[in-house]
């Protein structure tokens, strides 16, 4: 008998000596289920049967993994892959609970059925029993709202994700026509996708019937519904992931798919949920790779935002997804570097951006926007150490595909700069940047490229007057797919700002914001560049298509100022939603996000 059969078997018998404490969240438990198996008292299939407890039997769980209160995954379809994986290895008992969990409700001949308008998908749902969908019938058609609406939002993902920005589309022809979506009550989780034997590469997706109770977000419909909208893009992309690379991915399939929830349904911003709990964002110091599972997750979809923000557009992608069919095995970060090769980037500047993005994004959105406080992202002692006097010493080590940050706060200091002297690991692939803010949390006075020696050493003074500035921020990043963490020191100081001429070194190169933001009906656009150079400037809707062009001549290094009146080309205003600016000066490459609001 394994040690977690006779755990249970004492909960059950004893009732008393047992561990009592319980998880506050789905990521809780799933760190301690996995810390668990590398401590050797679970395995990893009984680990795996406890995952798909969580999520469809609560109940089942011992009473020291029980959540403390409704606490859903975002998504379980991670679990079917693996447990597609382990189920010829696994025990007869264990896969008849998870065949059992994945399989569509029973059907006690209640059970109805209606087709989206496109008919590519039968929603399969309930009007009584636990697994009742909400019964308001709007337009007395006999057909509640909600399934209706279930419909339309698995019309629109398809219609988006294949039509718009052509991802491959599951084979629907071969599966009669359609795919079958269920809408069940769901204990733990928001929903799944599961493959089908027949015909090959073809899923089914189930979510929950309602949507009341979880997390909330920003969508103009409520909570549950902005939660529907983002589950039938989330699991709509596992289906086209599918068809093409079986999910061969592990947990980079859900960085995918919560990446496209944004993309889908930007006013939704489910996905922010999920920013302040170690996302590169938040915790910069977690590999982008972090975890037991050695793969990305839910809140490391940032790193494909800033993959298709950097070039105006999803194509990158929809690339990689191709670039997949043919290169299964390869390991997922080794597929990023090859497209962002073929896009003309490299990992190490890519990851230098990243990190900056990074810290000027989580600064300015997560804090600023109350997700969590100042305190908790800058705890005293944390790696996200803020300085505040100066000089500053720091030494320490970073991890593959991760940062250190340091924030330098009591910097409004006219006439002086910050000095950077830095001194990393040889044969490392260091990064080292800097990031000006003018005010807390809103204005990006301009970020900085350090460049480093061969030794990966640098002295350099951020060319940036201090007066009026309300924190500096130092980003070093490692930009090393594996092995282990580099070590570095850095020191931080002021000096005057007649050390180092202003004219020897160039302004930073950069998108400093838009305001008002939202906007309606204009927007002025604020940019800096590096030196006099042939500049463009074009706004891009979120499938990649040009749609105006603001700039296109050269223009002095320094400060410029461009009003966007929310129209294209040809004078037509446009649609209320998301669009992406697109600064290019010589060969500097930057974007920013227009939020158009009517």
Not at 236 to 254: A, D, L, N
Not at 409 to 427: E, K, M, W, Y
Not at 556 to 584: C, F, P
Request: with cysteine.
């Amino acid at each position: 008998m394994s040690r977690f059969m006779l755990a249970a078997l004492a909960t059950l018998l004893l009732g008393v000596g047992v561990a009592t404490a319980a998880v506050d969240s789905a990521a809780e438990f799933v760190s301690v289920v996995d810390q668990r198996v590398e401590r050797g008292e679970l395995t990893a299939d009984e680990a795996l049967l406890l995952k798909f407890q969580y999520c469809f039997d609560r109940a089942k769980l011992p009473a020291d993994l029980q959540p403390t209160s409704f606490a859903p995954m975002k998504c379980a379809t991670h679990l079917v892959a693996e447990y597609l994986e382990a189920r010829d290895r696994m025990p007869g008992h264990m896969t008849e609970a998870i065949e059992g969990y994945l399989a569509p409700p029973v059907d006690d001949g209640t059970r109805l059925e209606y087709f989206s308008d496109t008919g590519l998908f039968r929603i399969n749902y309930y009007t009584s029993g636990s697994n009742a969908v909400p019964l308001f019938d709007g337009n007395s058609n006999g057909v509640p709202d909600f399934v209706e609406n279930i419909a339309d939002y698995m019309d629109y993902s398809y219609t988006y994700e294949c039509e718009t920005l052509g991802f491959e589309s599951p084979p629907f022809a071969a599966a009669g026509g359609y795919m079958s979506v269920y809408l069940a009550d769901m204990d733990g989780v928001y929903g799944f996708t599961t493959p089908l034997s027949n015909p090959p590469g073809m899923t089914r997706i189930s979510m929950d019937n309602d949507f009341i109770g979880y997390a909330p977000n920003d969508d103009p419909d409520g909570n549950p519904l902005g939660a529907a909208k983002v589950t039938c893009a989330h699991e709509f992309k596992h289906s086209t992931q599918y068809i093409g690379s079986f999910w061969s991915e592990g947990g980079w399939v859900e960085v995918d798919a919560t990446w496209m929830e944004e993309m889908a349904y930007p006013e939704t911003n489910d996905y922010l949920n999920y920013l302040p709990f170690g996302s590169p964002m938040s915790d910069p110091d977690v590999p982008l790779d972090g975890g037991s599972t050695g793969t990305g997750s839910y809140e490391d979809c940032v790193w494909q935002h800033y993959m298709s923000d950097r070039f105006a557009s999803p194509q990158i992608i929809v690339d990689l997804w191709e670039y997949r069919k043919t290169n299964r095995s390869e390991p997922m970060m080794d597929s990023y570097e090859a497209l962002l090769g073929d896009y003309g980037l490299d990992l190490i500047s890519a990851w230098n951006e990243f990190t900056m993005w990074n810290y000027a994004c989580g600064y300015r959105h997560l804090v600023n926007e109350a997700y969590y406080h100042e305190a908790d992202r800058y705890p005293a002692g944390s790696e996200n150490n803020t300085v505040s006097s100066y000089p500053a010493s720091e030494s320490g080590v970073v991890q593959n595909i991760a940062a250190f940050t340091q924030r330098c706060r009591n910097v409004d200091s006219p006439g002086q700069r910050l000095r950077i002297t830095f001194d990393g690991a040889d044969n490392a692939r260091f990064t080292l940047a800097a990031v000006i803010n003018e005010s807390y949390g809103t204005n990006l006075g301009g970020y900085y490229t350090i460049p480093l020696d061969a030794d990966n050493n640098a002295v350099f003074d951020v060319p940036y007057d201090l007066g009026g500035v309300y924190s500096a921020g130092v980003v070093v990043g490692n930009a090393e797919k594996d092995g282990p963490g580099r070590s570095f020191t850095l020191d931080v100081d002021l000096v005057d700002a007649d050390v180092t001429p202003a004219s020897d070194i160039a302004p930073a190169f950069t998108i400093a914001g838009n305001y008002p933001n939202p906007f309606n009906p204009s927007t002025t656009i604020r940019f800096t560049l590096g030196g006099t150079a042939s500049t463009s400037l074009d706004v891009y809707d979120l499938s990649g298509r040009k749609v105006a062009t603001l700039v296109d001549h050269v223009l002095d290094a320094g400060m410029h100022n461009v009003v966007w009146d929310g129209q294209d080309d040809a004078g037509r205003t446009l649609a209320s939603g998301t669009y992406l600016a697109k600064l290019r000066s010589g060969d500097q490459v930057t974007t920013h996000k227009l939020v158009l609001a009517k």
